[in-house]
């Protein structure tokens, strides 16, 4: 892949796709760990006279403008860390972006609109991805891939847009697949992966490829109950893909064929409502009341996780093991997170919400190999999957 010392950028226009979907309470930030991700890049180019135009999404606004997930907060912000003001498109290629892009001078930085608010940006129809790109295209002479987090989506900015533009691999996606790189080549064993968070269908599918590389998978978080439903329990209110269950069974069937320890959780903490102030209990997951939903996997189930992580060699995790936001529901992601800490093994943490997770629960960064911006990318990086966002950068 080409870097950006490979493109001529001085008083260029170059827009930067970069993954700014940080986690928010209201119009507050609660974790900006992607914005600073995001750093190095804005200004190496900014160094170099570029004239910075980033695109990012927030959230899953679905093609519609909805102003609880503008990117307005994420403009303020990144202007603080990056100490000068970030000028914010209020669309994300109309006249306001066309206005700043006219107007930018060397080493200046805009953001535009959330690029989902357009449903351009991920529709599955090539020529209406082509067409948002084209406009998208013409804010800019240059193109530069940094939004790891989101290079499994073949999405316009993502995939389409460097079709059109000269580009490159910013810093933060190459040194991302460095060190995935390292876990699909020759992982040290035991090599546990541990999954958990709530976006089900979407991250269900990698276990299929992933019973091929790791010794031991972990299952917790939202992810565990389509699983205790084929074995047989009743899930109550929780988080259930019904659809996926026979799915669920052939993965159940194919880890037993293949030697790998498919880990579920014993007990979880079952809560009456989505809410830190709901009445909750911890329940054996053979008794998951109908009217409960599991919001953490329960304390048998952490103290089993952690002995399954005892003597990895590697460890990759993504998805927290319960609604860690919440306190009450925070104890499973907790003790997987002090698991790894402890642990002398290769450790990567994944994810927005994992990553996240581990600083809002007070643990040095440190303490892991490292925290990778990308919890869907990175799985399907593990997976060896071609990333649309990848492979459009090597072009
Ligand atoms: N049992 C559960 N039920 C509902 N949501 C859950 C559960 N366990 C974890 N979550 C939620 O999953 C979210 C993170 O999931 P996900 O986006 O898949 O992870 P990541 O961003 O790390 O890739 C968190 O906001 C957390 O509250
Ligand atoms: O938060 C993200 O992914 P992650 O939750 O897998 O870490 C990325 O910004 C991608 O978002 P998406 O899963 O809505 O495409």
Redesign the pocket.
Known sequence: MRTIEDLDVAGKRVFVRA?L?VPLDGDRITDDG?IRASLPTITALRERNARVIIGA?L??PKGKVDPAYSLKPVAARLGELLGTEVRFASDTAGESAQAISRELADGEVALVENL?FEPGETSKDDAERGEFADRLAALAELYVGD?F??V??K?ASVYDLPKRLPHAAGGLVLAEVNVLRKLTESPQRPYVVVLG?S?VS??LGVIDNLLNTADRILIGGGMAYTFLAAQGYEVGASLLERDQIDTVKGYLRRAEERGVELVLPVDVVAAEKFAADAAHDVVDVREIPADRMGLDIGPASAELFASKLADAATVFW?GPMGVFEMEPYAKGTRSVAQALADSSAFTVV??????AAVRALGFDEKAFSHIS???????EYLEGKTLPGIAALEE
């Open positions: 993954d979907n992607r999404h959230g899953r989902r939004g987090g989101a499994h989506r999405h968070g976006k979407d991250k993504n994944g994810g927005g919400d994992s990553a911006t990308g919890g869907g990318a990175s799985l």
